[in-house]
């Protein structure tokens, strides 16, 4: 009943018996297996479980051929000795190198898949080299094959300890490359499962709404995410995000203006939702985000072409970069509104955006609604001690913030985010109304201007000032970009 006929086999235990990609399997050494076969798409499974037994008479090897095994490509790990060279020579020190002849690909799904157990780790850990240890990153690459629809990492769950929770596992392939934690897989799937297929695969257009079509145009679709057991497993982790990396090849006019390309993730209710920490390096021509959750992603190109920036030219750069990325809202009827002053909620939010903090929700002031689409940046700001309110935790999220305030939120952002170290002094007295700023708004002050995050127009820095949408358009861009 499968929409998708196409299989995926893999086999529990690739030291006792493989499976090819057509189901044929091979027996190699004395012991038990489970040979799982799954659709595609992860919804429909099955599997049995076999003995392979010693031969009781002729002396030969248990249960099967090392060399078969290496030359048919199954995987890098093996306990028999023909294949201790193949091993050497696609495991270095922290790398593992999954050439041709290592990996399985799937005839008709065009899928290639590696297998890594706890023996493939060891030798990464300790070839050549001690400074590798149970903390240090171990990074799987996947060799550059031509038409290929996805790549999969088949883990052996005895990989997972406490002793390597800060281990991350880096896989790189040809779409791009995703870095996850140890402690991601530990703490979320470890217990009686016996592997996890981590995989990175191609889906087709028609596989979305025709809204979406719209949106990205004949752009490729990405789905990322887990099995375990064989089966497709949902995963968020809200406190330990996962960074990803898509390759994109922007066209001309895209990238004059990579500030505007975009990537979304694809709910399950096929809505489409803006990643608003993804940013596009030219350099490597891949778009990088941390995400708390794992579904399909699309990248597009957003430019909104706003009808009333007209007085406000010098802010049309970052004003349509910080919208599309969905860090500043806009009434989406191609207005901004950008000498509206901005409310102490709409500045939150954007700026819990623009640095990317992630946190699981626990409570937030008396005057959050569950409703408000503010709920979860306020609620962030106040766990991480960002934003106290403004007393017997209220927050009022419609009053107007003026600019000393917002600079004493950025400060405290930055500080918590390990972007500011020491406290700034920097003399204020070049401002004619250094005179206004509250005590204890100085070192805040002092440092987002000694950072350059806020310039003030040279004679003046206006701390009791409300700010305008366009101006913390500008504000939002400089920490977004790191400044």
């Known amino acids: ?67 078969s095994y290496a030359g048919g490509g199954s995987g890098v790990g093996s306990s028999t000795n023909d294949n201790i060279e193949k091993e ?68 052996s769950i005895s990989i997972l300890n406490k002793e390597t929770a800060n281990r991350r596992i880096i896989i790189k392939t040809d779409f791009g490359n995703m870095t996850i934690p140890n402690s991601i897989l530990d703490s979320d799937f470890a217990g009686d499962n016996e592997y996890i297929d981590i995989f990175i695969t191609k889906l087709e257009s028609k596989e979305v709404s025709e809204d979406i079509k719209k949106l990205i145009g004949n752009r490729v679709i990405f789905n990322l995410g887990f099995m ?95 919208s599309g990325k969905g860090i500043i809202r806009s009434d989406g009827n191609k207005k901004f509104e950008p000498q509206k002053n901005i409310t102490r909620a709409e500045f939150i939010y954007g700026l819990i955006k623009a640095i990317g903090f992630t946190s699981k929700v626990e409570g937030n002031f008396n005057d959050i609604n569950i409703t408000d689409y503010y709920y979860d940046e306020i609620a962030i700001a106040r766990k991480l001690g960002i934003s106290d309110g403004i007393g017997n935790n209220y927050f009022h999220p419609l009053e107007y913030i003026t600019r000393q305030d917002m600079m004493i939120l950025i400060t405290r952002a930055l500080k918590i985010d390990g972007k500011l170290k020491d406290a700034n002094n920097i003399d204020l007295g070049k401002f004619k109304d250094s005179n206004l700023i509250a005590p204890y708004a100085k070192e805040s002050v002092c440092t987002v201007v000694d950072k350059g995050i806020i310039i003030g127009d040279g004679e003046y820095i206006k701390p009791l000032n409300n700010a305008t949408r366009a101006e913390t358009a500008i504000i939002l861009y400089r920490i977004y970009n790191g400044i």
């Not at 890594?116 to 990074?139: H, P, Q, V, W």
């Open 1 to 67: 009943n499968a929409t998708n006929k196409n299989v995926i086999w893999t086999s529990s235990n690739n030291s006792i018996a493989t499976v090819s990609s057509n189901g044929i399997v091979k027996g190699l050494n004395a012991g038990l297996a489970n040979i799982i076969v799954t659709t595609i798409d992860g919804n429909k499974t099955a599997n049995c479980t076999i003995e392979v037994k010693s031969k009781s008479s002729g002396g030969g090897n248990t249960g099967g051929s090392g060399k």
């Open 88 to 155: 050497k020579q696609v495991i270095t020190e922290g790398l593992i190198k999954f050439g041709k002849t290592n990996l399985i690909l799937n005839t008709e799904t065009r899928i290639l898949t590696g297998q890594l157990d706890e023996r493939d780790l060891k030798l990464a850990e300790f070839k050549d080299s001690t400074n590798i240890n149970e903390n240090s990153d171990i990074t799987i690459e996947f060799e550059n094959i031509s038409n290929i629809n996805g790549y999969v990492l088949h883990l």
């Open 228 to 322: 375990v057991n064989g089966v497709a497993k949902s995963w968020s982790n809200p406190n330990i995000p996962i960074k990803v990396s898509l390759k994109y090849e922007p066209a001309e006019e895209e990238l004059k203006n990579s500030d505007n390309i975009v990537v979304y993730y694809i709910d399950e209710f096929g809505k489409a939702n803006v990643v608003s920490n993804g940013k596009f390096d030219p350099t490597t021509n891949q778009i990088t985000f941390y995400t708390t959750h794992l579904s399909k992603y699309a990248i597009a190109y957003i430019k909104i072409d706003y009808t009333d920036l007209e007085k406000t030219k010098w802010a049309e750069k970052e004003i349509n970069a910080m």
